[in-house]
């Protein structure tokens, strides 16, 4: 599959997740998930310390991300990707896009493993959905 055909897939979730959300607007977690929001996606923030970020309710954990969330960003350290992925694995997540920076080899090869659609070849949502600062 061309890596057009895998965003395209990635996209076509009713529900994306973004694991490593943050309140600050200075950082990717934050701008992934402005991101979404810009262009009119469901997103739903995985944060296990916080409430809410950009008005959005916060769930502590991916496996507590509701069945339709399909697509997963993360914007993790390699090591916590690592982890993440396992999870969003046994909870069904299909599509994992891992922003510039998350991507970890062993991550990438367990996503291939198990059959998800992986996108870690530098791709950035930013760049593809257009994200821009208010």
């Not at 890596?3 to 996209?11: A, G």
């Not at 950009?54 to 990707?81: H, K, N, W, Y």
């Amino acid at each position: 599959m061309t890596i057009e055909k895998q965003i395209e897939q990635f996209l076509a979730s009713p529900i994306f997740g973004v694991v490593g959300a943050s309140t600050n607007r200075d950082k990717y977690g934050n701008k992934v998930l402005r991101c979404y929001q810009q262009n009119d996606r469901s997103v739903i923030p995985v944060h296990p310390q916080e409430q809410q970020i950009e008005a959005v309710d916060c769930v502590a954990s991916v496996t507590d991300l509701p069945d339709e969330a399909e697509s997963l960003s993360m914007i993790t350290p390699p090591r916590v990707t690592e982890k993440i992925v396992e999870l969003a694995a046994a909870k069904g997540i299909k599509n994992i896009w891992m922003q510039p920076g998350a991507e970890s080899p062993a991550a990438v090869k367990y996503c291939e493993e198990q059959g998800l659609n992986i996108i870690a070849d530098g791709s950035c949502l930013l760049v593809v959905l257009g994200y821009h600062e208010h």
